[in-house]
């Protein structure tokens, strides 16, 4: 005689409501794996962004004395200033004049220790102990500069942009001695740009104070 079937031949046991499925498994732990990634940039970005941040508000500085027309200076100041920004944003000495910033133009020349310098291109940090003269320390009193005298006899400039680099660049060339010249006037001027055209008269004017000079 054959046995009947037991109800659990014929209806095999069904799985627990709670026990998870293989799918399930895998999902959930991918969903969880990537919260926690999620979270791990999101705490490494806002860590970033803090230090980014702090270094933002404290750059590295340093203190500099220097001299800048006869007077004597000590600052401190973010180790990437540039002498330029140096004379026009400490000293208020914004007669040198910032032009294309790259060295390019010569509006912003001014005399280093006697020497003829861009000043968007040099580190003020670098200037430790350094003389430095700007357009502003040219005149005695109200007794101008034989080359600004000059500029003004001879009409050498008409926006007046240029002027103060022109006029530095101008000392220079008349203190290294090389006016002996109009071709060597304009080599050793050549640096410095007049967008307004007025180089015939600006070599005119260093002329004169190379005369003047002697």
Same mark, same amino acid.
């Given at each position: !005689?054959?046995?009947?079937?037991?109800?659990?031949?014929?209806?095999?046991?069904?799985?627990?409501?709670?026990?998870?499925?293989?799918?399930?498994?895998?999902?959930?732990?991918?969903?969880? =794996?990537?919260?926690? /990634?999620?979270? $791990?940039? /999101?705490?490494?970005?806002?860590?970033?962004? /803090? %230090? %980014?941040?702090?270094?933002?508000?404290?750059?590295? $500085?340093?203190?500099?004395?220097?001299?800048?027309?006869?007077?004597?200076?000590?600052?401190?100041?973010?180790?990437?200033?540039?002498?330029?920004?140096?004379?026009? %944003?400490?000293?208020?000495?914004? =007669?040198?004049?910032?032009? @294309?910033?790259?060295?390019?133009?010569?509006?912003?020349?001014?005399?280093?220790?006697?020497?003829?310098?861009?000043? @968007?291109?040099?580190?003020?940090?670098?200037?430790? =102990?350094?003389?430095?003269?700007?357009?502003?320390?040219?005149?005695?009193?109200?007794?101008?500069?034989?080359? &600004?005298?000059?500029?003004?006899?001879?009409? /050498?400039? &008409? @926006?007046?942009?240029?002027?103060?680099?022109?006029?530095?660049?101008?000392?220079? @060339?008349?203190? %290294? $001695?090389?006016?002996?010249?109009?071709?060597?006037?304009?080599?050793? !001027?050549? $640096?410095?740009?007049?967008r307004c055209g007025c180089y015939v008269k600006?070599?005119?004017?260093?002329? &004169?104070?190379?005369?003047? =000079?002697?």
């Open positions: !005689m054959t046995a009947e079937p037991s109800a659990s031949d014929v209806f095999p046991p069904t799985q627990s409501p709670s026990a998870p499925t293989r799918r399930t498994f895998i999902a959930t732990t991918s969903t969880a =794996g990537g919260v926690l /990634a999620a979270g $791990g940039l /999101a705490a490494g970005t806002s860590l970033l962004g /803090a %230090e %980014e941040a702090a270094a933002a508000e404290a750059p590295p $500085g340093s203190r500099v004395t220097l001299t800048v027309n006869g007077r004597r200076h000590t600052v401190t100041v973010d180790n990437r200033t540039s002498l330029l920004d140096l004379l026009r %944003e400490h000293l208020d000495l914004t =007669g040198s004049k910032k032009g @294309c910033n790259a060295g390019a133009c010569g509006a912003c020349t001014v005399l280093v220790d006697g020497r003829r310098v861009n000043s @968007c291109l040099t580190l003020a940090v670098r200037l430790h =102990g350094a003389e430095v003269t700007t357009i502003e320390g040219l005149a005695d009193g109200d007794e101008l500069h034989p080359l &600004q005298q000059a500029f003004i006899e001879q009409d /050498a400039f &008409q @926006c007046g942009y240029c002027t103060p680099g022109q006029i530095m660049s101008g000392v220079g @060339c008349v203190q %290294e $001695g090389h006016t002996g010249s109009e071709d060597e006037i304009r080599e050793w !001027m050549s $640096g410095n740009i007049c600006i070599v005119r004017a260093v002329e &004169q104070a190379a005369a003047d =000079g002697k």
